[in-house]
């Protein structure tokens, strides 16, 4: 658990959801950076963004989680 900061062009139009499918709010941070509160354990997913050609670095996808 915690909070998950993730980085990625022009994310704010994305949508987040929870394992179960409830649709989860996030902070928007800038406009490549969202953050949102995890639990212990679940998976959530972000759909919903253009694809990158090619994510160099992971660091740079995932900040925190």
């Not at 996030?26 to 679940?42: P, R």
């Amino acid at each position: 658990g915690g909070t998950a900061t993730v980085k990625y062009p022009s994310i704010t139009g994305a949508v987040v959801r929870d394992e179960t499918g409830k649709a989860i709010n996030f902070t928007v941070e800038d406009n490549n950076v969202i953050s949102f509160d995890t639990e212990a354990g679940k998976t959530y997913v972000i759909y919903g963004f253009k694809a990158q050609n090619k994510i160099n670095d992971l660091k740079n996808f995932i900040k925190n989680c």
